[in-house]
């Protein structure tokens, strides 16, 4: 018998099981309407977990609680607690599927309790970083979501205005592209958001899209087979980002 092809053979198979169950976990996120943007950063948290297990020979099916703390505990030394709670949300998410597939009977990361994140008053909060909004672009394949991403990473639009948007909002200032926003406490859309060009040809790439939208159309429209064509709603965006 050749041991070094029987090896390697139950290496493989091993690898095509977890790669089937990680398409099932994927699946099973969609059909509870997860976002893609989610389910890509979920699955990409995971892959980290999953790169830092077989670096050291442990079996994804065998996890236990005190390794996943070990590897937080490495997380601590280089990341911030957004990082972490993400890493470990992701590691919750698939266990709690493969618990609910009856694939295995405890959560070892259900006890790990994340690092406390520093809260700041809303003054004080910072914007995306550039590392963030990368992650979410190289994420997603929806040409709309990478449209508001871009206008909100760029523009700082809060959801409540992106969900007000309509097309014909969108204008020139001095040759510049530009979106007319109504302002916090006011009834018009008086307020000007300058857009980047990169972030308008975002914008504009998706808008090809969609041939049949008026001047008075939503900018950013609903997908869903109830509300399509309609202004795509806050708790969308919000859960998108």
């Known amino acids: 018998?050749?041991?070094?092809?029987?090896?390697?053979?139950?290496?493989?198979?091993?690898?095509?099981?977890?790669?089937?169950?990680?398409?099932?976990?994927?699946?099973?996120?969609?059909?509870?309407?997860?976002?893609?943007?989610?389910i890509k950063r979920?699955?990409?948290?995971?892959?980290?977990?999953?790169s830092w297990t077989q670096a050291q020979d442990i079996k994804i099916d065998l996890v236990h609680p005190l390794q996943v703390?070990?590897?937080?505990?490495?997380?601590?030394?280089?990341?911030?607690?957004?990082?972490i709670g993400q890493r470990i949300a992701a590691i919750r998410a698939f266990y709690s599927f493969c618990i609910k597939q009856g694939f295995k009977q405890a959560n070892p990361a259900r006890e790990v309790i994340p690092p406390k994140v520093e809260t700041v008053r809303s003054e004080e909060k910072q914007p995306f970083t550039q590392e963030h909004?990368?992650?979410?672009?190289?994420?997603?394949?929806?040409?709309?979501?990478?449209?508001?991403?871009?206008?909100?990473?760029?523009?700082?639009?809060?959801?409540?205005?992106?969900?007000?948007?309509?097309?014909?909002?969108?204008?020139q200032e001095h040759g510049k592209p530009v979106l007319y926003?109504?302002?916090?406490?006011?009834?018009?859309?008086?307020?000007?958001?300058?857009?980047?060009?990169?972030?308008?040809?975002?914008?504009?790439?998706?808008?090809?899209?969609?041939?049949?939208?008026?001047?008075?159309?939503?900018?950013?429209a609903s997908n869903s087979p109830r509300t399509r064509g309609k202004a795509i709603s806050t708790r969308a965006i919000s859960a998108m980002v």
């Open 69 to 83: 703390q070990a590897y937080v505990n490495e997380l601590k030394q280089k990341h911030k607690a957004t990082t």
């Open 133 to 171: 909004v990368k992650l979410m672009l190289d994420c997603c394949d929806n040409p709309r979501d990478k449209a508001m991403i871009g206008l909100m990473a760029s523009s700082g639009l809060r959801v409540i205005e992106l969900h007000r948007a309509l097309i014909s909002d969108m204008g």
């Open 1 to 38: 018998m050749d041991l070094q092809n029987t090896h390697t053979g139950q290496i493989e198979l091993a690898h095509n099981r977890l790669t089937t169950l990680l398409n099932m976990w994927a699946n099973d996120m969609r059909m509870n309407r997860r976002s893609e943007i989610r």
């Open 42 to 50: 979920y699955a990409w948290n995971f892959d980290k977990f999953l």
């Open 181 to 220: 926003v109504q302002g916090k406490g006011k009834k018009k859309k008086s307020n000007l958001v300058p857009i980047t060009g990169t972030t308008y040809k975002l914008i504009q790439e998706y808008l090809k899209g969609r041939p049949e939208a008026g001047k008075d159309s939503p900018l950013f």
